[in-house]
């Protein structure tokens, strides 16, 4: 493992050379992630991972993959879904034009879990689904929507448990061990980098969904977040977290009001 000196090294010359800022990351986190890194890699020590670092240019976006966390699914957390599609959509379903962001959404499963959820409920012409993430192979992933075979079993059953009741390979080709999702479901999709630490508001939404992303982020950082969001919501739009996440004991709880506090979702309070 790095030491605190050598993490905090590394966290300074990701900033100062690279733009990425981890400066309020979770060290825990941080530190799990690298350990983690140093054994793939085969690294011994600092001094040897700070070499392959400056000689090796795409090292670097290797070393950024590894430590953001990219573990998601399609209907992950299904009654977090069915709350969804029962109370939270039927409201802002009443907008002319419906946006909703994914913020952090990795290889976005959950970016096209939402896209089904809104086509069962013909509002998918009317909506822009905007994904971001700071790590842009993840995003590679997401344009193409192709997941593998192995995990289709896990999202059916997911989908069966949000409240899907059609057959869920209607929504997918399968070829070999790979499933690609339907073309149409993707086009409402808008794919982009966004870094939450450093990035600012870009649109007005009625949903945001940021699902176990904050776990990863100081109490600092989280506020910093949750400050972005209220601004890039509409008037009375919502925020929905991971099952491990709250606002209720941020500096910007007052920004929002518990909506479902079960399944961890808010809404703006002004």
Not at 75 to 84: E, G, N, Q, S, V
Request: aromatic share 12%; charged share 25%; net charge neutral.
């Amino acid at each position: 493992m790095l030491n605190d000196n050598e993490l905090d090294r590394f966290i300074n010359d990701l900033w100062e050379m690279h733009g990425y800022d981890f400066t309020d990351y979770s060290k825990a986190s941080l530190q799990r992630r690298m350990s983690r890194l140093f054994l793939i890699d085969k690294i011994n020590d600092f001094p040897e991972f700070s070499s392959r670092l400056l000689n090796n240019p795409g090292y670097l976006q290797h070393v950024v993959e590894e430590i953001t966390v990219n573990v998601t699914e399609m209907f992950r957390d299904p009654l977090f879904y069915k709350a969804l599609r029962e109370t939270v959509i039927p409201i802002i379903a009443t907008h002319p034009f419906i946006r909703i962001w994914h913020a952090g959404c990795s290889t976005g499963e959950e970016v096209y879990s939402m896209a089904i959820i809104l086509k069962e409920m013909n509002l998918l012409h009317k909506t822009l689904l905007y994904a971001t993430d700071l790590n842009p192979n993840v995003l590679d992933v997401l344009k193409k929507g192709i997941f593998p075979l192995g995990h289709i079993k896990l999202f059916a059953e997911n989908y069966i448990a949000s409240g899907g009741e059609k057959d869920f390979s209607c929504y997918y080709t399968a070829k070999y061990d790979l499933a690609k999702f339907d073309q149409q479901l993707r086009e409402r999709v808008v794919v982009s980098t966004h870094n939450l630490v450093s990035d600012s508001s870009f649109n007005e939404f009625q949903l945001i969904l940021c699902r176990n992303v904050l776990i990863y982020f100081e109490s600092k950082l989280q506020d910093r977040v949750f400050r972005l969001f209220e601004q890039s919501l509409d008037s009375s739009g919502f925020l929905a977290l991971g099952a491990k996440e709250t606002l209720r004991y941020s500096n910007s709880s007052g920004l929002f009001k518990v909506f479902n506090l079960k399944e961890r979702i808010w809404r703006k309070s002004r």
